[in-house]
């Protein structure tokens, strides 16, 4: 069974700094891929980026990296340069595959983001 | 590209009645999930479709909980004699279907069994 895994419940940052959100996840496949979403208030999950296994350049998109160790089997995702539409929940995902053949997302619990001026 | 649709974003209901509930994906997406998200936690997978196919309902919490995608378009996920422990937050997304699944999801509805 797949696991992913967010300690942090709630995290604090200023405006214009940088913040990392924990992820680690439990698989035992060798193929897998993970995804960070951001859901605001207004309910809907925002997908930010995406890690596949045998990537070997950490994935980015604009403002938002992943920071994949696999050895450690952790994919943290890093935000520079905070803004205060920011501040929402984040949720770490893993494709889990289905016994129909095909795959949905398992998420973590996720971390609250909080941006301050 | 409007995005994915929830119809209606709140329902109050009574225990016991039912409930159903809407959404219509991106058009050119084949697949489409339902999940539900319950306060403090991340969203769970109930049900899968591929296009009008019901690939995987394994996940769907009881034998009151159904969901159609007729004519593989729009989705209804309907609920029989709610239970409080039903209340939370449905989410349907779509996708195209790629290696990579990456889900595109709408803004869910929230339900509410009084």
């Known amino acids: 069974a797949q696991k992913i895994t967010q300690t942090q419940p709630g995290m604090f940052v200023q405006e214009k700094e940088a913040v990392t959100l924990d992820c680690t996840y439990d698989t035992s496949d060798q193929s897998y891929g993970l995804f960070w979403y951001k859901q605001p208030s207004s309910g809907e999950m925002i997908f930010l980026i995406y890690?596949?296994?045998?990537?070997?350049q950490n994935a980015t998109e604009g403002r938002y990296s992943l920071n994949f160790q696999k050895a450690r089997k952790s994919a943290n995702l890093v935000i520079s340069a905070s803004q205060l539409g920011d501040s929402a929940m984040y949720f770490c995902?893993?494709?889990?595959?289905?016994?129909?053949?095909?795959?949905?997302?398992?998420f973590g619990k996720g971390t609250m983001l909080l941006v301050s001026p | 590209d409007t995005g994915v649709s929830q119809d209606p974003r709140h329902k109050i209901t009574k225990r016991g009645q039912n409930v159903t509930f809407r959404c219509d994906p991106i058009s050119e997406h084949n697949r489409l999930y339902w999940y539900r998200q319950t306060l403090g936690q991340g969203p769970e997978f109930l049900t899968y479709f591929q296009n009008e196919a019901q690939l995987e309902k394994s996940r769907l919490l009881s034998d009151r909980f159904s969901a159609e995608r007729p004519k593989g378009s729009f989705s209804t996920l309907e609920i029989q004699r709610t239970e409080q422990g039903d209340s939370a937050m449905y989410l349907c997304a779509s996708s195209f279907g790629t290696h990579n699944e990456k889900l595109f999801f709408g803004s869910g509805t929230q339900l509410s069994v009084l």
């Open positions: 890690q596949g296994s045998y990537d070997e």
């Open positions: 995902a893993m494709r889990e595959p289905m016994n129909s053949g095909y795959s949905t997302l398992t």
